[in-house]
């Protein structure tokens, strides 16, 4: 009887050593993910608890050349003009006149801009009660909103 013996049928110990690296992968990778998660969220995304040192309702409309058009909704007068992409600033919007169409609200209410200090600034949409922790997603994008301080 002849028997025959090829290089797999002996056991051999770096055929393990992939899974185990797979695994060490896999486990730094939950780590890391983990510790991410958890820096973040220590970041301020409750409702804050003093009052605000501003607030002031805003009305935002597309504009004839694709810019968002900030209006004050009392006067009807332009407070800003924001061109270019704006890609937070639309979708923060975008987010909050979603929750409205969902619940059959027209554009006609005005949206709060409050800024709380040290950063913390929150959009908010009084018909629906949803609002959004812009400080959340980092000082540079509250900044977009930030700049309508100035112009009120």
Do not use: C
């Amino acid at each position: 009887m002849k028997t025959f013996t090829t290089k797999h049928s002996q056991p051999s110990a770096h055929r393990d050593v992939p899974i185990v690296v797979r695994w060490i992968l896999v486990g730094l990778g939950v780590l890391l993910v983990s510790v991410y998660w958890i820096r973040q969220s220590n970041t301020q995304t409750a409702e804050p608890e003093s009052k605000p040192l501003w607030s002031k309702a805003f009305k935002f409309e597309d504009g004839s050349q694709g810019e968002i058009v900030v209006l004050d909704p009392k006067t009807k007068e332009v407070v800003a003009t924001f061109e270019g992409e704006q890609g937070f600033l639309r979708g923060t919007l975008r987010a909050l006149v979603r929750e409205r169409k969902k619940r059959w609200i027209g554009p006609d209410e005005a949206f709060e801009l409050s800024d709380y200090g040290n950063g913390a600034m929150v959009l908010s949409d009084p018909t629906t009660g949803e609002a959004i922790y812009l400080s959340s997603f980092g000082p540079s994008n509250a900044m977009v909103f930030k700049k309508l301080e100035h112009n009120y």
